[in-house]
T-cell receptor, first 111, second 113 residues
Framework: AQSVTQLGSHVSVSEGALVLLRCNYS??????LFWYVQYPNQGLQLLLK??????LVKGINGFEAEFKKSETSFHLTKPSAHMSDAAEYFC?????????FGTGTSLTVIP | DTGVSQDPRHKITKRGQNVTFRCDPI?????LYWYRQTLGQGPEFLTY????????KSRLLSDRFSAERPKGSFSTLEIQRTEQGDSAMYLC???????????FGQGTRLTVV
C-alpha cells in the first residue's frame, strides 16, 4: 500500500534557522510526491510536487525538497525560517488517482 | 476561477440530525475527492469521483454517509443521524485527469453536540 511517514510531529526552529521536515515514502516505484501546508482552520495549499522530473524541487515561499530514491525520502527544507512559516505541513503521495497523506508536522518558529 | 469552494465553512448540529455539505471544484477538473481530517491527523480519504461516477469509497464511509456528483460538477456529502465522532473538518479537493496535484477547498468544520 502507498503511504508516507513523517518523522517528528512537532518541530521548533528559531527565526532565521534552517527548516528540515522529514518524509519517507513506501513504494516499489517512484510515485508522485507532494508537500502541502495548512494554516489553522484552512484547507491545504500545495507547496511543491515531485513528478519524476528533477529530483530537487523548488516550491513557493522559499521551500524546496529533494527526492532521494535510495533513501525513499522527500524531505522539505527552507534555509531561513520566517515567523509566517508556522503551520502544519503534510507530505503526500499520489498513486492510482488517490492522494495519501502523512500525519503532519507542526512547525513552530521561535522569535 | 477562484479555486475549490466549500459551503458552509462551519456547521454545528445536534446529534442525530442530518447535514449536507457542498463542494464546487475548479471548473475544468473532472476529479473530485472528499477527505475527513480530525485534530492532529492528516486528511483521510473518503471517496472519489471522476465526472459523475463515484469510483471509490473508503471503509470510513459508513452507510450514514452518502456523496453525489449528479452532473459531474459540484458534489454534496450528506451525513445522516450525525454522531459526535463525526466532528471533523471535511475537505474537498479536485484535480485534472492526470491527477498530478490536488487543489483543496477551505473545508467545512463540523461540530456535533
Amino acid at each position: 500500500a502507498q503511504s508516507v511517514t513523517q518523522l517528528g510531529s512537532h518541530v521548533s526552529v528559531s527565526e532565521g534557522a534552517l527548516v528540515l521536515l522529514r518524509c519517507n515514502y513506501s513504494s516499489s516505484v517512484p510515485p508522485y510526491l507532494f508537500w502541502y501546508v495548512q494554516y489553522p482552520n484552512q484547507g491545504l495549499q500545495l507547496l511543491l510536487k515531485y513528478t519524476s522530473a528533477a529530483t530537487l524541487v523548488k516550491g513557493i515561499n522559499g521551500f524546496e525538497a529533494e527526492f532521494k530514491k535510495s533513501e525513499t525520502s522527500f524531505h522539505l527544507t527552507k534555509p531561513s525560517a520566517h515567523m509566517s512559516d508556522a503551520a502544519e505541513y503534510f507530505c503526500a503521495v499520489s498513486r492510482r488517482n488517490q492522494f495519501y497523506f502523512g500525519t503532519g508536522t507542526s512547525l513552530t518558529v521561535i522569535p | 476561477d477562484t479555486g475549490v469552494s466549500q459551503d458552509p465553512r462551519h456547521k454545528i448540529t445536534k446529534r442525530g440530525q442530518n447535514v449536507t455539505f457542498r463542494c464546487d471544484p475548479i471548473s475544468e477538473h473532472n476529479r473530485l475527492y472528499w477527505y475527513r481530517q480530525t485534530l492532529g491527523q492528516g486528511p483521510e480519504f473518503l471517496t472519489y469521483f471522476q465526472n459523475e461516477a463515484q469510483l471509490e469509497k473508503s471503509r470510513l464511509l459508513s452507510d450514514r454517509f452518502s456523496a453525489e456528483r449528479p452532473k459531474g460538477s459540484f458534489s454534496t456529502l450528506e451525513i445522516q443521524r450525525t454522531e459526535q465522532g463525526d466532528s471533523a473538518m471535511y475537505l474537498c479537493a479536485s484535480s485534472s485527469r492526470d491527477a498530478t496535484e490536488a487543489f483543496f477547498g477551505q473545508g467545512t468544520r463540523l461540530t456535533v453536540v
